[in-house]
């Protein structure tokens, strides 16, 4: 079993940056794609960047260069700094872990979720 806990979120205006943590629990960490996907209200749940455990990034296009994927094996962490927000960035995050996954794009993918953060970006 593998517990996240995601931290980092907040309201901030747009332009602006924020950077979120996600916790994982457990020895194998490394071990783990990691992933973040959000979900804003009535909309369905959207990929937006993994990190597989060979240290490969992806990212959907529409944070392509202004979000950037990293992970500390050693804090058993994972982060998304954000910059230049958008208000359309408004929704809730979330992080999970899928063990040795070689596929990022689909939430099928991943065997763990946490409890999400909410991001609010205001114009």
């Known amino acids: 079993q593998v517990q996240l806990v995601e931290s980092g979120g907040g309201l901030v205006q747009a332009g602006g940056s924020l950077r979120l943590s996600c916790a994982a629990s457990?020895?194998?960490?490394?071990?783990?794609?990691m992933g973040w996907f959000r979900q804003a209200p009535g909309k369905e749940r959207e990929f937006v960047a993994a990190i597989s455990w060979s240290l490969f990034t992806y990212y959907a296009d529409s944070v392509k260069g202004r979000f950037t994927i990293s992970r500390d094996n050693a804090k058993n962490t994972m982060y998304l700094q954000m910059n230049s927000l958008k208000p359309e960035d408004t929704a809730v995050y979330y992080c999970?872990?899928?063990?040795?996954?070689?596929?990022?794009?689909?939430?099928?993918?991943?065997?763990?979720w946490g409890q999400g953060t909410q991001v609010t970006v205001s114009s």
């Open positions: 999970a872990a899928g063990y040795r996954s070689s596929s990022y794009y689909s939430g099928g993918a991943y065997d763990f």
């Open positions: 457990g020895r194998t960490f490394s071990s783990y794609t």
